[in-house]
C-alpha cells in the first residue's frame, strides 16, 4: 500500500504569486490612507480658514465701523485723532469701544444721556468719561461717575449732551493698530504654523488707551497681503477711491473725513501643492474694481503658485465720520 505524504512544500512560483497579490493589497490599502490623509489635512485647514474668519477677520470689520465712536470732533486735542488711518502698512482705529476693560470698569462702548444734575445711568462708580455735544462733536470736558452722576457738574453745559465711557480721564479713546509683520514682534514674539508659506506673515493686533505704547499680540496666520484704501463722496455725489484717510474739497480750501473704507486681505487656503490648474496661478489683484486707484497687485510667483488662496475685500461704511 503507498503512503502519500500530505506536508508538501509551496513551489517558487506559488510563493511569487502569493507576494504579488499581498504587495497589490497593501499598495491599494497605503494610497487609499494616502489620499484620506491628505484629504484630512486639506479639510483641516478649510476649517481653520474659516475659524479664523469668523474670530478673527469679522471683528476686525466691526471694529472700523466704530472708527470715531465717542471722539470728539479735534480728537481730544489731537491725541485720537484722526479717527481712522492707514500708513506704514499700519491700520489705526481710534474710538471708545474696542478697548480691553479695566478692572471695575464698565465694558467699552458705554455712553449716556447726561440729565439733569448731570445724572448718568449704565456706568460704574469711578469711571472716567468724555462729555461730548451731538450736534457737533465737540469736547466739553471730562468727569469721573459718582452715585449715578458726574462729578464736578457742570450744570448750565453738560446735561443735554452725551457721556462717553473713556479709559482714564487723560485718554478719551481706545487706539487700535493692525498690521501685517513677520513674527519678530518682541516681547510677544511666537512663530507661524509649519505649513504656512514662505513669504507668508501673521497679522497683529494692538489695542491700548491713547498715549500708552502699543503691545502687539499675533492674530492670524498666513496672510499673504493686507491694505486698505478709503472712498470719498464728492460735493457732485461721485465715490472716489483713494489711499490717504482725508479727503480734498473741490471748491474750497481744507479736508473732510472719508465715507468708507476698503479693507484687502489674502490668507493662505490650502497645504502645499493643492491648486490644480492647467497653466500657472494668476496674480491676484486687490480692489480691482476701483479704477481711480492703482490696483493692488499680489504676486503668486514661485512656490506661492502651489497654494490655494482666499481673497476677502470687504467695504465699510464708517458711519461715525460723518
Known sequence: MKIFNSHRGSTLVELMTAMAIFSLIISVIFTLYATMLKTSASTRKIAKVEGEITNTVWPLFKEIESAGFGVNANGFGGSCSPEINYT???????????????????????????????????FNNGDPVSIISPTDKSNLGTATVAAGALGACNATSWPGNIAYLSPSLASACYNTSYTLSPSTKAPNSTAQPATCASGTNQLWRSSVAVGSSASYQPMLDCVLAFSAIFGCIDTTGNLTWQTGNTCPLLNSNGNYNPRFVRIGLVEQDSNQNEYV??????????FSDTTTLTQYTVSLTGTLGAYRWR?????????NLE
Open 311 to 319: 481673497t476677502i475685500e470687504r467695504t465699510i461704511s464708517l458711519r
Open 277 to 286: 490648474g492647467t497653466t500657472s496661478q494668476p496674480n491676484i489683484i486687490l
Open 88 to 122: 506704514g502698512g499700519i491700520l489705526t482705529i481710534n474710538s471708545t469701544t474696542t478697548g480691553t476693560q479695566a478692572i471695575g470698569q464698565t465694558s467699552p462702548g458705554t455712553w449716556s444721556f447726561i440729565g439733569t444734575g448731570c445724572s448718568v445711568s449704565g
